[in-house]
């Protein structure tokens, strides 16, 4: 019997025609619909001025995109095991390209986000169903390899995402990232009446209702009180901030309970028994942190170059894509380094150079060279490399096979959610430094923003150094079960 979970265990018996294509097409749409995670960065800028928006309140349509991905993936494992798979591809590419619509036509904010949320339930689902047929139809000798590519598109659709809206404002107005994403999706299914086929198999189980309110009163209290801290700096707040960070955190607590009483049942929505595993815990906290420095990165750098520099969005864009390839570029090369030494070699090493960039964007000012701004991007950008898929595949592979379709709902959880918090933790102490700065020295509205991102970069670069201690006890051993590329446990 299958466990409930995002990557359950392969049937016996599956078709066999064409699965390449299968794979090949969830993979290009799972690159479309991540590369929107982050595709608003370079565009906040003029949203703000089109709106009439404050910084705050436009890192929403990044922080909502993130955090509806992190309360829906949870359900995916009971999607996954109760539909067949050509159903959820239709259901997911057709809820990205109809959010993707409401967010072309937004003739205001409110719709905008609302297009955004859509956006991101459909995304939910479609990374989850990337692993699930991979695990179907890919031989156990290589799927350390195969995970190890998709984690390429994991990392690296985000990190191109702003590139590629800069591109397009750099000619079109903000609406055309969203128009030209239509087309492409349209194309994506088309292909999937094609060729999609139901290659796993489905069974009745149940969905624990109330695990799931809890897990979306804990992840949107715990964001939305982060992202009102900022708000609040700036005379935004809706509602006093100790209200969403207190519901959400009573709600986590709830949620946590609630599943260690399902313990390992099939209502079990996230099974908590994997954290008992230390290389897992160890490897899912580094991924947090990994993830949460990347969204902030990617959120902050626009807003500096085009707020403090005076920048563009077209070389805004131009000045993020080294960064996003070299990451690509290096995927490859750190997947064979994993094959051949496993993680902590590469995790180590990567944590520090990770941490020297950090402290690199930590001097950024109102007059700093923009060369030394890409080559700083470019540095973090292969510290974060030589981390990404050694931690995802280590966590995954130090857990015994039954907690195997849990350990990596969690992880995606956890990764969406990072993602969240770091583009609302990172805007918050922007806020809170540029506010400072305003009230205490009367600085200037670019001086105060380059303050405000000084202090962010700071605080990350301070906690970079006790992620280089943590990296020292992420294990390195390479195989479990005879799986390739996975790190025994």
Known sequence: MVSTGTLPTAPSSRPTARPGAVIALLVVAAFVVILNETIMGVALPELMRELDIAAATAQWLTTAFLLTMAVVIPTTGFLIQRFPLRALFFAAMGLFTLGTLIAAVAPGFGVLLLGRIVQASGTAIMIPLLFTTVLNVVPANRRGRMMGLISIVISVAPAVGPTVSGLILSVFPWRAMFIVMIPIALIAIALGARWVQNLTETRRVTLDVVSVVLSALAFGGLIFGLSSIGEAAGGHALVPVWIPLVVG?????????????????????????????????????????????????????????????????????????PGGLLMGLMAPLVGNLFDRFGARPLV??????????????????????????????CVLSLGLAFMFTPLMTSALGSLPPALYPHGSAIVSTVQQLAGAIGTAVFVTLMTVGAAGAVANEGASMVDATATGIHTAFFVAACLSLAVIVLAAFVRTAKQVDGVEGMPAH
């Open 249 to 321: 955190a009573v709600a986590l607590a709830a949620f946590v309970v609630r599943q260690l009483r399902l313990g390992s049942t099939d209502r079990v929505l996230l099974n908590l028994g994997v954290f008992r595993h230390s290389s897992f815990t160890v490897a899912v906290i580094l991924v947090v942190v990994a993830m949460t420095t990347l969204f902030g990165v990617l959120i902050l750098l626009p807003l500096y170059l085009q707020n403090v520099l005076g920048l563009g969005t077209l070389p805004t864009g131009l000045m993020l894509l």
């Open 348 to 377: 180590l090493p990567g944590a520090v150079v990770a941490s020297v960039a950090l402290w690199g964007f930590a001097t950024l000012s109102s007059t700093t060279p923009i060369g030394f701004v890409i080559a700083v991007h």
